[in-house]
Nanobody, 127 residues
Framework: QVQLAESGGGLAQAGGSLRLSCAAS????????MGWFRQAPGKDREFVAG????????NYADSAKGRFTISRDNAKNSVYLQMNSLKTEDKDVYFC????????????????????WGQGTQVTVSY
């Protein structure tokens, strides 16, 4: 069973950058499609970015395109989200998640396709 732990959240100024990390434990991490989601209080989780098991395919929400980059290092059992040009509306709790799908280049974008979740890390963006 894969367990996930996010880090790297915090406070950034608008226009600034943050890099989120997700450390995974478990032997099957490298087989899973991985995703980053975010959630504001009282709202549903929103897909931000996803990456296939081998890093060969990536998908981004429109709000993330051109600003965020997802990557993974299977040797380190880690997935990352580099967030540049941050906006105040990026303020949310960010979660990494492992999809049920394994060994595929398909990037699923709905949270019900992901069965393992980290605890989340808070991102705050100030003016």
């Amino acid at each position: 069973q894969v367990q996930l732990a996010e880090s790297g959240g915090g406070l950034a100024q608008a226009g600034g950058s943050l890099r989120l990390s997700c450390a995974a434990s478990g032997r099957t991490f490298s087989s899973h499609t991985m995703g980053w989601f975010r959630q504001a209080p009282g709202k549903d989780r929103e897909f931000v970015a996803g990456i296939s098991w081998n890093g060969g395919n990536k998908n981004y929400a429109d709000s993330a395109k051109g600003r965020f980059t997802i990557s993974r290092d299977n040797a380190k059992n880690s997935v990352y989200l580099q967030m540049n040009s941050l906006k105040t509306e990026d303020k949310d709790v960010y979660f990494c998640a492992a999809a049920r799908i394994i060994g595929s280049v398909v990037i699923v974008t709905t949270d019900d396709e992901y069965h393992l979740w980290g605890q989340g890390t808070q991102v705050t963006v100030s003016y």
